[in-house]
Each structure stands twice: as structure tokens, then as C-alpha cells.
């Protein structure tokens, strides 16, 4: 009962704009119990699934090599975008949510199909909107390849916008994350601000003034993490997006000690301020800085920091341990639920 309560307090300010992680996860348990008995009609098949659901991306089996899919959106930055009637960026964030979770398998991004929902045809929209799809491609160095455009008049307000991405790899290159071990180094990539997640909290306490902010697009981290995969013995990926640092637990039943994550962009510390939200959530709902997490062993963390450091803004925040638990050390401590 106790739990249940602080998860309950935890969630809170999320919940009331409109977001409520606890529900969404027993969505998708709801619906991966059912899509994960799929695997079957394919096994012993060529495009046999070689993961369970769970991951960033998951993979099929295509012989010496995988295929690796994933499907994402922008969320309700669509609606930032419309009030501000900026939408030359949203292509881009809209790459990214792919194109990030991708890379956490160890696959390369190849080719993405895109969905565009309009409330009613509007050309300038279309159009700035494919300029950002072109920018994220080539960012990503990806083929957009076909897409669905509708017009949704009774369905869409405005407009939203989602992809599936298409990746490949070796399959003994596969990353799961099954080799991570306790004193292993996280080392965490500077996002670019908000990326496109928590939007919803962010949109309900900021004020609009401030939503350019919210429009600064996602980082795409797939060249930088590309090159580390070929270099050096990568031991885990983790997309820092929706649910923040808990991420981390996708890919490992080990736990975290985040003990030197770097200071938080404004944009979130005027979040905190002006909504009163408590440190947990903050941590359990945005990126606070750190966008993409990467788990090496101690000698290639020190290279990596080396080499990349300054060039990549990169910087390690913390180790991996023993227990299952995610723990936040700054200016006080404790655990992600």
C-alpha cells in the first residue's frame, strides 16, 4: 500500500496533464500479450523474431544478419508546433524518435516510412514538414522510402505525424545488454533540450513565451553511436526518452548509481519551478540533459571520454551495480520507482 501511494504522489503532476505512465504501461502489457504470441507464426522461418517485446527496437532473423524495426511518434509537440505555427522542425524530431530507439539494438538505420495525419490538406504544413523529414534523414543518413499521407477531418485536430524505422546488423553484433556488469561506466550524451518527450507536463506549466524552447529538435545520435559500436566493446544502449532515466532498466536487471549527471538545462529547471514538481518525476518524465546512455567497461569509458569527450558532449554519469535499483545522487539521494 505504501508503494502504491508514493507511486501514486510520484505521478502525480504527469497524470494531471493528461499523461499517466502507470496506465500507459498496463497498456502495452495488454497489448504485447497479444502481439507477442505472433512470434510463433513465424518461427523456424525465415524472419523469425529473435527478441522479446520490451526492447527499444526489436529484430528478425534474416540469416547471418537481422533486421531490426521500430515505430515511434512526436507526441503532443505537434500541438506546440500548431500554436507556434512552427513545423519546419518536427520532421526532424519525428527521425530522431526512431532512428534513436534503433541504434540501442546495435543496428544501422537504413530506410523509414513516415504517416502524416492533417486535419484538413494544408500545403505550407506538408511542405515544412518534409523539410524536417529531409534534414532527419539526412542526419541519420536514411532513405525515406514511401509513406501514407491522410486527411482526417473528424478524426485529426491539426495534425500529427509518426514513422516506422528499418535497421540491420550482424546478428553476433547484436547489443541486449546481457553483458553488462556491476563497475561498468554509463557514459551519457548532452541532449539538445527536451526532445519529444514529457511535452504534455511541459505545455500545462510553461508559459508560451517560452515554447520556442520546447521546438528545439531531438538529437540524433546515430553517427556518434555508430562509430563507438565499431570501436570499441559497447556493453549496453538506452534511449533516454519517455519514463527519463528509467530507461536504463530496459536493458539490464542490474542497477545504476547516477552520481554525476551534469546541471539540468533551464528549460527543465523552469519546468520543476513553476510546476512544483518534485525531483522523482522529474527524473522519471524527461531527459534532465541527458539524452542517449551508453554502458562500456572502465577502460574504454576513459578513451571515450578521451577522444570524444569535448567533440560529442559526453560525459560519464554514473556506474553500474549490483542491485536492480535506479539511484539519483546530487544535491540529495534517491531511488527511481
Not at 503532443?76 to 540501442?104: F, H, P, R, W
Not at 505525424?161 to 553483458?179: D, H, M, P, Q, Y
Not at 553488462?180 to 511535452?199: A, C, R, T, Y
Not at 507536463?201 to 545520435?221: D, E, F, Q, V
Request: aromatic share 6%; net charge positive; hydrophobic share 40%.
Amino acid at each position: 500500500m505504501a508503494s502504491a501511494l508514493l507511486e501514486n504522489k510520484l505521478t502525480s503532476k504527469y497524470a494531471k496533464s493528461g499523461v499517466d505512465i502507470v496506465k500507459e504501461e498496463r497498456i502495452v502489457k495488454a497489448i504485447t500479450k497479444w502481439t507477442s504470441k505472433t512470434f510463433q507464426f513465424r518461427k523456424g522461418k525465415i524472419g523469425e523474431v529473435i527478441n522479446q517485446s520490451g526492447s527499444f527496437a526489436n529484430l528478425i532473423d534474416i540469416g547471418d544478419k537481422a533486421i531490426a524495426f521500430c515505430t515511434d511518434g512526436v507526441g503532443s509537440k505537434v500541438l506546440v508546433a500548431q500554436e507556434l505555427k512552427k513545423y519546419d522542425t518536427i520532421g526532424i524530431d519525428c527521425v530522431a524518435m526512431n532512428v534513436n530507439d534503433l541504434i540501442c539494438v546495435g543496428a544501422e538505420p537504413i530506410s523509414m516510412v513516415d504517416y502524416l495525419a492533417l486535419e484538413t490538406p494544408n500545403e505550407k504544413i506538408a511542405k515544412d514538414i518534409s523539410k524536417g523529414l529531409y534534414e532527419g534523414a539526412k542526419r541519420s543518413q536514411i532513405a525515406i522510402v514511401g509513406g501514407e499521407t491522410a486527411s482526417l477531418p473528424e478524426v485529426i485536430k491539426g495534425f500529427d505525424i509518426a514513422a516506422s524505422v528499418i535497421g540491420i546488423v550482424n546478428k553476433e553484433n547484436i547489443i541486449t545488454g546481457e553483458n553488462i556488469q556491476p563497475e561498468d561506466v554509463v557514459i551519457g550524451f548532452k541532449s539538445s533540450g527536451i526532445h519529444s518527450n514529457g511535452l504534455s507536463l511541459a505545455r500545462k506549466t510553461l508559459p508560451k513565451s517560452m515554447w520556442l524552447n520546447l521546438l528545439t529538435p531531438t538529437r540524433i545520435y546515430v553517427k556518434e553511436v555508430l562509430e563507438l559500436i565499431e570501436n570499441y566493446n559497447i556493453r549496453g544502449l538506452a534511449n533516454i526518452t519517455g519514463g527519463g532515466l528509467l530507461n536504463l532498466s530496459r536493458i539490464t536487471n542490474h542497477g545504476f548509481l547516477l552520481d554525476s549527471l551534469p546541471e539540468p538545462p533551464m528549460v527543465f529547471k523552469k519546468i520543476q519551478e513553476l510546476g512544483k514538481v518534485p525531483d522523482e518525476e522529474m527524473h522519471k518524465t524527461f531527459n534532465m540533459g541527458v539524452g542517449f546512455a551508453v554502458i562500456v567497461n572502465k577502460t574504454d569509458a576513459e578513451d571515450i571520454i578521451k577522444k570524444y569527450g569535448n567533440k560529442w558532449k559526453l560525459s560519464i554519469i554514473g556506474k553500474v551495480v549490483k542491485d536492480s535499483h535506479i539511484t539519483i545522487k546530487r544535491k540529495t539521494e534517491y531511488r527511481l520507482k
